[in-house]
């Protein structure tokens, strides 16, 4: 039989389902980054049970991704009162502009709403500073001034 025709199932042309990917390095977590992400599982675990067959594999690859992420938390050591560090808040000055960030896990990352993840660039550049010291930025030296640091 020609290919020509041949019927084809709509399987064929879906797109591939890959994983959700892990963000690379350690599984940092607030404590209230772990119960996060316990919420997330049992709202997934919830919606499982009524939905179609097509939202359930998209559930269960959520909650691979979720799953995943709860057993390779590793909550994090209180921060320093005096030293910006994962699980600080940070109040400091950036082009003339003061801003205040808390540093979270990953998941826990939402920057519009000032929560950055410990992996981002602006967090990297103020680790490990105290408040008063000025850190080089985006290839710009001194562009960050620390103005206050504190404990989430």
Do not use: C, K
């Not at 097509?54 to 209180?78: Q, S």
């Not at 550049?125 to 080089?136: H, N, Q, R, S, Y």
Request: glycine letters at 8%.
């Amino acid at each position: 039989m020609s290919v020509a025709f041949r019927r084809e199932s709509d399987e064929e042309h879906l797109e591939p389902r890959f994983e959700l990917p892990l963000p690379a390095g350690p599984n940092l977590v607030t404590p209230r980054g772990q119960a996060l992400i316990a919420e997330r599982i049992a709202a997934l675990e919830a919606e499982q049970n009524g939905a179609e067959e097509g939202r359930r594999e998209e559930i269960a690859r959520e909650l691979r991704y979720w799953n995943t992420r709860r057993i390779t938390a590793i909550p994090a050591p209180p921060a320093p009162d005096d030293e910006v560090a994962f699980g600080s808040r940070v109040r400091f000055r950036l082009n003339g502009a003061e801003r205040e960030i808390a540093i979270v896990g990953d998941d826990e990352a939402d920057p519009a709403a000032g929560l950055v993840a410990f992996s981002a660039p602006l967090a990297r550049a103020m680790m490990g500073a105290g408040e008063g010291e000025l850190v080089d930025f985006n290839g710009r030296a001194n562009a960050i001034e620390i103005l206050a640091v504190s404990p989430i």
